[in-house]
């Protein structure tokens, strides 16, 4: 019984650092999970065991599959005319979920970052530069976020393309659907001012 016990402490450990569950809320999933073995916890056990042993990195813009290509990568209804150049795989699926965007997609791996550490060699950013100059694209759209890293690294990838021929562009910014202006930082009301257009 007690090595039962500390299986499931083990358990509880794991989950607590997933992101956005501390000790406590890992204690009830862990419970929850428990309550649930036959229908939830031995299916999810099983599925994560498949996904530990089928995903990796895709081969051309960093995207998680299980295969060598992502399936943007492989599909032959996507646009390689541009490309979206995104911080995290994360970004990458928050772009999908709002259905806009036919292109294709390059995952950086992070942004710069000299507080920690991260310069131009720990991005992708010299394949992104290497995609560019192999393919036929004509735009790269920076999604990167908007702050001090993510847009230096936003210049530094405009940099890098400079001499490509293609148009860099990014998303605008400003203030959100619903959005109301007393809610929003100072940051916010400035680039909104700023990417301003006719009504």
């Not at 943007?72 to 699926?93: H, P, Q, T, Y």
């Not at 562009?169 to 400035?190: M, N, R």
């Amino acid at each position: 019984m007690a090595e039962a016990a500390r299986d499931i402490e083990a358990l509880i450990e794991l989950m607590a650092r997933l992101p956005g569950l501390g000790p406590r809320s890992a204690r009830r999933a862990v419970l929850h999970l428990l309550k649930k073995r036959g229908g939830l916890m031995a299916p999810l056990a099983a599925q994560m065991a498949e996904v530990a042993a089928t995903a990796r990195d895709c081969a051309v813009c960093g995207n998680i599959g299980t295969g060598d290509l992502c399936g943007i990568c492989a599909s032959d209804r996507r646009s390689e005319a541009e490309i979206c150049v995104v911080e995290d795989v994360a970004d990458l699926w928050a772009m999908e979920r709002g259905q806009t965007y036919a292109g294709r997609y390059h995952v950086l791996g992070g942004t710069l970052s000299a507080l920690d550490a991260v310069g131009p060699e720990e991005l992708r950013i010299p394949q992104l530069v290497e995609r560019v100059r192999s393919g036929a694209v004509r735009e790269v759209i920076l999604a990167l976020a908007a702050t001090v890293d993510g847009q230096t690294t936003a210049h530094y990838v405009a940099d890098a393309l400079a001499g490509t021929g293609v148009t860099v562009t990014s998303l605008a910014q400003g203030v959100p659907i619903g959005g109301e202006l007393d809610y929003l930082d100072d940051g916010t009301i400035q680039a909104a001012m700023r990417a301003r257009r006719a009504f």
